[in-house]
């Protein structure tokens, strides 16, 4: 399976994966609704101009637990390679609250 590597500039480094890169929240929503959520994503915070990757996971936890928490594998993991680094502590840290509240009720 593919992992989706989010960023408006930069292609990702690690070789050892099938990416799917995506460039801004709107091309990562589509990507989800087209194709499922990967299991692994690498995530860049700011997108350009007012785009931030939390636009997007605050729509994929929204479509997670529209859909019973079939769309995020409890296996998911991720990587923040955002030079930003309160963006860096806000992604993980969303992200960690989720994935643990899945955990806790079976979402």
């Keep these: 399976m593919k992992s989706m590597y989010l960023d408006d ?7 050892n994966k099938d990416w799917a890169v995506v460039r801004s929240s709107a091309e990562a929503i589509d990507y989800v609704t087209t194709h499922g959520m990967t299991d692994y994503a690498s995530f860049d915070h700011d997108l350009g101009g007012d785009d931030t990757t939390m636009v997007f996971l605050r729509w994929l936890i929204d479509y997670d637990m529209d859909n019973g928490g079939s769309i995020i594998s409890p296996d998911f993991t991720w990587n923040v390679h955002s030079s930003n680094p309160v963006g860096e502590v806000n992604i993980d840290g969303l992200l960690n609250s989720y994935m643990n509240t899945k955990k806790l009720f079976d979402v």
């Design 9 to 15: 500039i930069r292609n990702p480094k690690m070789t």
